[in-house]
């Protein structure tokens, strides 16, 4: 089994900045793409920003300039830097990773972590 745990969510002004952190532990081998999604109430999850394990990046255009997203492949462990915060990046956001859970088994499966709630708000 596989566990992806964020953190590091929580209010902030506009304009302000927040840094989420999500690690991943258990049965892992490898690990290939990693990404953060966004939920806002009563709306679809959407996707925030991916990072394959190559460092390959890709941003949603309206968090281009705002977001880094980035891995440590050693660590296991994914983040999101945010700056520049908006009310409109208020959302559940969640940690996704490709996981291959072991040598004698070449597939990936995708897991999720249970959200950390991020508010933008004076």
């Known amino acids: 089994q596989v566990h992806l745990v964020e953190s590091g969510g929580g209010l902030v002004q506009p304009g302000g900045s927040l840094r989420l952190a999500c690690a991943a532990s258990?049965?892992?081998?490898?690990?290939?793409?990693m990404g953060w999604y966004r939920q806002a109430p009563g709306k679809q999850r959407e996707l925030v920003a991916t990072?394959?394990?190559?460092?390959?990046?890709n941003y949603r255009g309206s968090v281009k300039g705002r977001f880094t997203i980035s891995r440590d492949n050693a660590k296991n462990t994914l983040s999101l830097q945010m700056n520049s915060l908006k009310p409109e990046d208020t959302a559940v956001y969640y940690c996704?990773?490709?996981?291959?859970?072991?040598?004698?088994?070449?597939?990936?499966?995708?897991?999720w972590g249970q959200g950390t709630q991020v508010t933008v708000s004076p």
């Open positions: 258990g049965s892992i081998f490898r690990i290939n793409n």
């Open positions: 996704n990773a490709d996981v291959r859970t072991d040598s004698r088994d070449s597939r990936y499966y995708n897991y």
């Open positions: 990072v394959t394990s190559g460092n390959t990046t």
